[in-house]
């Protein structure tokens, strides 16, 4: 039994509907549900780190101001502390989508897939009586079959005059083609459904962004935005002398041209001849006035969308959700991408207006993850989160009461072994206090990409919340590490993310276990 799901008092006292609801005669599943339930709108941005939303007082946040995503922190919740369990793109919208981490749900990497019978979040809420719809890019292959609507980028998707496939044919015949930027046109296809939607029924509406992924393109009202503004630049980009181990030295796509194979200034067309330094500082410009332009159109987007809820007549009856499927590196330890569990790819922006329920400008930094989402979704419209999800229902951490049990670390892990952007596999622990990681550096897959040497690293996330300083090894942590590598065993067991399945990655966690 889920304890800490919101109860149906909870929920009527904050909608507003009371007493009499309740004394009502409980005779079905219906009829123990108020009359009317919130409008739920899930937006989710791609790569969208938090550090890239002014509301959380980043170095960026004076230079790159986000209004109207802001505007839902003001008048809703903050959340400091929301992490996702895999950071990569199609793990993490299939970890929100079923509520179960990576080995449950089977998408351990980009390859990953869901089939409609494990759309649950989609297919839970249309049986709660809730009308469902997907619009942008969903990136999980198969059709989004369990929504009543979709109108979906294939795959990643393009910037410009993208492709969209939209519910009625079948699947793969059903495309057309549309003209302008994809956070615009994505705008105006949520726009156009929620004004010609069924309004009998509550809504449930996932609006998924493109932007801000790589290859960053903005749309051209953007183009001179921030051009003659120095964008403040991290301390970790430049000196790190205590930063890392012998597990990540010299791993990650870079800003500068320290990994030759792969870095920032070759993406952006900087001269391969500049210094060190001046490369450095051209490709980090080139690259976050980039991001941050389609950072922008998201924002602004999102206050399209805003404007038409309040139009509608709907805004104070919709949840409102914003969120990415993980963060993002954004120069910091010189690196770019994500993957890594460091704060700025392991961090989820959160943030959720509905002033029925939440009070105005009010944050939490309980420890949340993605697998969170659809409990949390469910509860929130009066229906029940099945013991299959992983999750947990933060609903009353968002009225701003945290139910006495609510975890105080997640757990998480990235399978894709030096793929792409030479990040090596691994695992680990984050409490609101410490992060500890191990790093096996084994593909799961034979015969993938060599092994790397194994490490751990451990973090004081109070005292050193940019992570400069590995104290793993440090003997004055040594009952923290001990308290934390049992908290990893008891997550890894729970959440069925154990090892037996791959045992030359066990082996190389017995060896190291107690190093
Ligand atoms: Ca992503």
Redesign the pocket.
């Known amino acids: 039994m889920d304890t800490s799901s919101f109860t149906r008092r909870g929920f009527l006292k904050a909608v507003g509907l009371g007493a009499a609801l309740l004394a009502a005669p409980q005779v079905g599943i219906a009829s123990r549900r108020p009359r009317r339930r919130p409008n739920i709108l899930f937006i989710m941005s791609?790569?969208h780190a938090a550090h890239a939303i002014g509301v959380y007082g980043s170095r960026l946040a004076k230079v790159a101001p986000t209004a109207n995503i802001d505007r839902l922190a003001k008048e809703g919740i903050l959340l400091e502390n929301v992490f996702c369990t895999n950071s990569?793109?199609v793990p993490?919208r299939a970890s929100i989508l079923t509520g179960q981490y990576s080995q449950k749900n089977g998408a351990l990497d980009l390859g990953g897939r869901l089939e409609p019978e494990n759309q649950h979040l989609p297919r839970l809420m249309r049986q709660a009586g809730y009308i469902t719809a997907m619009i942008g890019k969903w990136h999980l292959k198969v059709e989004p079959a369990a929504f009543d609507y979709y109108n979906v980028l294939p795959g990643q998707g393009k910037y410009f005059d993208p492709v969209l496939r939209e519910k009625g044919e079948p699947w793969g015949k059903n495309e057309k083609k549309y003209t302008g930027h994809s956070s615009d046109v994505i705008a105006d296809l949520s726009i156009e459904w929620l004004k010609g939607r069924d309004k009998t029924k509550p809504f449930f509406l996932m609006h998924h962004f493109k932007a801000p992924?790589d290859m960053f393109q903005n749309a051209p009202r953007f183009d001179n935005f921030l051009e003659d503004v120095e964008i403040p630049e991290p301390k970790s980009l430049w000196r790190q002398p205590t930063y890392g181990s012998e597990a990540t030295k010299g791993m990650g796509t870079s800003i500068s041209p320290r990994n030759k194979r792969r870095n920032m200034g070759k993406h952006m067309g900087v001269d391969q001849s500049l210094p060190y330094k001046e490369y450095t500082h051209q490709a980090y410009q080139r690259y976050l006035k980039r991001y941050l332009r389609c950072v922008k159109g998201v924002d602004e987007n999102i206050g399209r969308l805003l404007d038409c809820l309040k139009t509608e007549g709907i805004l104070d009856d919709t949840i409102i959700m914003y969120t990415?499927?993980?963060g993002m590196m954004l120069g910091e330890h010189d690196y770019i991408d994500?993957r890594w569990m460091y704060e700025e790819s392991l961090r989820m922006p959160f943030l959720v207006r509905w002033p029925k329920m939440i009070k105005a400008g009010s944050r939490s930094d309980e420890i949340i993850n993605n697998t969170d989402f659809a409990a949390t979704i469910l509860d929130l419209a009066g229906a029940r989160r099945p013991d299959y999800m992983h999750g947990r229902s933060f609903a009353r951490i968002l009225a701003g009461k945290t139910p006495g049990d609510w975890p105080k670390s997640t757990y998480y892990r990235y399978w894709m072994h030096m793929a792409h952007h030479d990040n090596p596999a691994h695992f680990g622990v984050r409490t609101k206090e410490y992060k500890l990681m191990f790093f096996y550096g084994q593909n799961y897959k034979r015969g993938g990409p060599k092994p790397t040497r194994p490490g751990w690293e451990l973090y004081d996330m109070k005292k050193d919340p940019h992570e400069m300083n590995n104290i793993y090894g440090n003997p004055k942590y040594a009952k923290v590490v001990k308290e934390l590598k049992a908290d990893l065993l008891r997550l890894r067991k729970k959440y069925e993310e154990t090892d037996e399945k791959y045992p030359h990655i066990q082996k190389v966690i017995d060896e190291y276990w107690d190093k």
């Open positions: 791609d790569d990569i793109c993490s992924h990415s499927d993980q994500k």
